[in-house]
């Protein structure tokens, strides 16, 4: 490389590198945050857009009080968008969604989850489960609606199983929240089982149903609804649905990381210039303009990422 002008003291102080933009191989970092309860994100420096995936909490599963079964919660959707954009340094809110809370009647609905404002980036929690009516085991609940939701790629959350209709004690499972390329598994109904089926990829498992006991919270996951209870028969008393899984964001974004010089070689030359030097440092792929003194270098060659 070499320098147009040179300044004999403090020549690396004088070294200025540009860079032709956020994404120059080597000089970019993918981030990714992934959030499980609400706060918010400061868009870091460089970062003019965002990528935000948001899945809705789950609703729980329905109580009981009778010799009937309740119903499984529904799981909630999943909404996503490329192309938000966002300013450096500005504040955003994320919110996620909380999993609803079974008690003894109709499970708590699932929150919604949401980036930056609810008309940017929204994911509807699923619904709750019922309990027995009539003697007839309760539904389940619904699954987070995609048409209700805000992004370029939505996904429905899975509806919550129904209970058996007969005393011997056997809740509906919960719906699995909605995964990355697929609406979520639903829970079967009629009842056939108390077993959660498995969620699509990038979706949250629900709860189990229950046996003659409270119904039961997932496992794990994001957004899977919560298990119906089962009858009261067999003692305990009144019986509580399963608690729906909490919803979820992640943020997924490309950060620029800035050069550092710590030496040059040699530190001084002629004030005509012509002098080749060395750089060393960190962070220089993609480097496309070097100054030394406030004047352009020419025949710049990166070597790597840590010499030009």
């Given at each position: 490389?070499?320098?147009?002008s ?48 948001v ?157 003659n ?27 509580s ?24 070689s ?15 440092g ?27």
């Amino acid at each position: 490389m070499k320098a147009l002008s040179t300044h004999l003291p403090g020549l690396i102080g004088a070294v200025v590198f540009a860079f032709a933009g956020l994404a120059v191989s080597g000089q970019a970092q993918a981030a990714t945050g992934t959030y499980i309860a609400s706060t918010t994100w400061t868009a870091p420096a460089g970062v003019t857009t965002v990528t935000a995936e948001v899945w809705g909490g789950g609703g729980a599963g329905g109580g009981n009080t009778t010799s009937k079964d309740s119903g499984g919660g529904g799981g909630g959707a999943y909404s996503k968008s490329t192309t938000i954009a966002v300013t450096p340094g500005n504040t955003y809110t994320v919110t996620v969604g909380a999993g609803g809370t079974g008690g003894t009647g109709t499970g708590g609905a699932g929150g919604d989850s949401w980036f930056s404002t609810v008309g940017t980036l929204l994911a509807k929690g699923g619904s709750g489960g019922a309990p027995p009516v009539a003697g007839a085991g309760g539904v389940g609940g619904t699954g987070g609606a995609a048409a209700s939701g805000i992004g370029t790629t939505k996904f429905s959350g899975g509806n919550g199983g129904e209970g058996r209709n007969n005393n011997t004690g056997r809740g509906g499972p919960g719906g699995s929240s909605a995964g990355t390329g697929a609406n979520g598994t639903s829970g079967p109904t009629p009842w056939s089982t108390l077993t959660a089926a498995a969620p699509p990829a990038g979706g949250g498992i629900g709860g189990d149903g229950a046996q003659n006991a409270d119904g039961i919270a997932p496992a794990s996951g994001n957004g899977g609804g919560g298990g119906g209870s089962g009858d009261t028969s067999g003692g305990g008393g009144n019986r509580s649905g399963g608690n729906g899984a909490d919803g979820k964001v992640i943020l997924t974004y490309v950060a620029a990381l800035p050069p550092t010089v710590t030496s040059i070689s040699p530190t001084s030359g002629p004030t005509a210039g012509g002098t080749s030097v060395t750089i060393t440092g960190t962070n220089f792929t993609g480097a496309t303009v070097v100054t030394i003194g406030g004047t352009a270098a020419t025949g710049i060659t990166v070597v790597n990422a840590t010499t030009i």
